[in-house]
């Protein structure tokens, strides 16, 4: 079978229409202001390629290896290929700053900190951090855009460590050097607080009114016409307030979203639901500005995978169309593990109980399988071998077994969670037939109004900022799971969030024997997991299991109904489903969130 060709010429046929899919894909979750067609991608590589060939006739000058380090740093957040950028950039970073002044150092180690959170390297990081700040303080340079940054990022560091003190005490730091002078750290550092004073809440407070007022007298002018206006308000007796918040005005839309953000939380967290409501739209209406999503090419794309897989494997059969869908091809490995579904669902949470197993790690959202499918259609076009799909599925498998570090050297599984593999099923059957798979639910309303109260800052969300548009998105991906669960019976386990509430160790066992894993205690430990987590769901699995955000979303039911109104049938058809869960939600907890 090795030797036989991948022929079937309808497959192909609807493989070429889906190749187009894919590449609108790979741009399709990107804001409008981190978009990068392939080909700028392409200069850059050529830049970087470029910058070596000069840094060997100049390898003193301190420009060029910043130039590199930069370069590279920039391809690795706009097209992440498992950090095997980062640790070029990183060495980069270092002869810069080995080359340069300690004044000129400040950036530097502060770009370098920067590079190593994104890597996962949290106490690189935050000793890279530390001597920035550190630098800043000596050559007094502490009223510069870099220092706010690098306060910024050390509460961002601490937290991913689980450490909320620290963390809250960079974060006064940030708001405190930031004010009147960096309004993007300013308020992304107010939305990052997990609690806020009196004197904080009436600041954000001054602080939204002023941009009210400022974005009433005259949006559609230009800059020059608001700096006009700005002087007639201050002399009409608003000097005070235009020169305590005019730092604010060149704010983006995105930017300005987050201090609206940070006032939901606030006001939730005070039970103030209607005015936590109120900041939560204006939030969204902002974000939503920046660009639209369009529900039809989810809609399309499901269409071609009913066609590219309309039915189940023929086990009997020996044409090529059953033995792909068999996984006949495929690379016969167990390591893989994939948790999929739907934003703000609970998927962190079940990733953090896997890799707290000794035999599992958890490696996020860097996925290296969605690199691959171009390869793939590549070769189902009858280009190429059932060898070689085989070959592409253990390029995958030794591409995520290189990051398991040493101090998890037992690890035998590693734990993909990159979500919207959840439309990639198909693939993932006919590259990784042993593969697990797990799908992560939640009830629909309480996912919904979870994506709509998280600020999600490009992480290829463009549905997340309209409750229509999330309920669509939703749709889409129930309709998605539930065609994979008739071309592949029994492949994707689905664990609602509300069962592990309300019975752990019984949906952890589950979850175990379908990755085939043994059973280990610690997997109930996973709160004491200390490994890094870089979602927004890091404060949930820092602690134990809590019950509180189930059914979270009847609080704003009468501001939801858009939602509601579309995810009725759905929405029943869960709650009667999974109605024991709801019935006995577990033990009551704390809420920390």
């Known amino acids: 079978m090795q030797a036989s060709r991948v022929s079937s010429c309808a497959l192909h046929r609807l493989l070429r229409l889906l190749t187009l899919f894919c590449m609108f894909e790979a741009l399709r979750g990107q804001p409008k202001r981190l978009r990068q067609p392939t080909s700028s991608l392409q200069q850059q590589e050529h830049a970087a390629v ?3 060939a000069q840094i060997i006739k100049d390898a003193g000058n301190p420009n060029l290896h910043l130039e590199l380090a930069t370069t590279l740093h920039g391809l690795d957040q706009l097209h992440p290929d498992g950090g095997r950028r980062i640790p070029e950039a990183e060495r980069a970073y270092r002869e810069a700053i080995r080359l340069t002044s300690p004044r000129a150092g400040i950036g530097l180690y502060t770009n370098l900190g920067a590079l190593l959170m994104g890597s996962g390297r949290i106490d690189d990081c935050l000793t890279a951090l530390q001597t920035g700040i550190a630098l800043a303080h000596e050559h007094k340079l502490t009223d510069s855009n870099l220092y706010c940054g ?31 002078l960096h309004g993007s750290t300013y308020t992304k550092a107010l939305a990052s607080l997990k609690t806020v004073t009196p004197d904080q809440l009436a600041e954000m407070q001054q602080a939204a009114s002023f941009l009210a007022r400022a974005a009433s007298a005259g949006s559609e002018d230009d800059k020059a016409d608001k700096k006009r206006r700005r002087r007639r308000r201050s002399k009409a007796g608003d000097a005070d307030m235009e020169q305590k918040w005019g730092f604010l005005t060149e704010l983006d839309a995105a930017d300005q979203s987050w201090l609206h953000f940070a006032l939901y939380s606030a006001y939730q967290s005070q039970r103030e639901y209607d005015k936590a409501w109120k900041h939560l739209a204006e939030a969204n209406q902002l974000q939503r500005s920046l660009g639209s999503y369009d529900p039809q090419h989810d809609a399309m794309l499901f269409q071609v995978m009913q066609q590219v897989f309309p039915r189940p494997a023929d086990p009997t059969s ?9 996984g006949a091809a495929g690379y016969s490995s167990t390591s893989p593990i994939f948790v999929v579904g739907m934003p703000r669902s609970g998927s962190t949470l079940v990733e953090h109980i896997l890799s707290s197993h000794p035999q599992a790690h958890g490696a996020g959202e860097d996925t290296a399988f969605a690199p691959l499918i171009p390869d793939l259609l590549h070769l189902l076009e009858g280009k190429g071998h059932f060898q070689d799909i085989r070959d592409l599925g253990k390029q995958y498998v030794d591409n995520m077994q290189g990051r398991i570090p040493p101090s998890r050297g037992n690890a035998t599984h590693v734990v993909d969670k990159m979500l919207r593999n959840v439309w990639n099923v198909g693939y993932i059957s006919m590259m990784l037939p042993k593969a697990c798979i797990i799908q992560v639910v939640r009830h629909p309303m309480d996912t919904t109004l979870s994506c709509f109260a998280q600020p999600f800052e490009g992480r290829g969300t463009p549905w997340a900022w309209d409750l229509q548009d999330i309920a669509n998105e939703m749709l889409m991906v129930d309709q998605i799971s539930h065609h994979w669960s008739q071309v592949f019976p029994g492949r994707v386990l689905q664990m609602p969030y509300e069962r592990i509430v309300a019975d752990l160790e019984s949906a952890a066992r589950d979850m175990l024997h379908h990755c085939g894993l043994p059973w280990d205690d610690s997997v109930l430990k996973f709160h004491q997991n200390q490994r890094t987590v870089q979602t927004a769901s890091l404060a949930q699995v820092r602690q134990r299991l809590y019950n509180t955000s189930v059914g979270k979303w009847k609080l ?26 709801f019935s006995n939600p577990g033990k009551p907890v704390k809420d920390e969130l």
């Open 50 to 52: 470029k910058l070596r």
């Open 150 to 180: 690098a306060l910024f990022n050390l509460g961002k560091a601490w937290g991913m460590q689980g450490k909320g003190a620290e963390a809250a005490e960079a974060y006064g730091q940030a708001i405190e050097a930031s004010r009147g």
């Open 318 to 326: 020996s044409d090529s169309f059953d033995l792909l869908l068999s």
């Open 556 to 581: 704003h039911e009468r501001y939801m109904q858009p939602a509601a109104d579309l995810l009725d049938p759905m929405v029943k058809r869960y709650e009667e489903e999974y109605a024991v869960f």
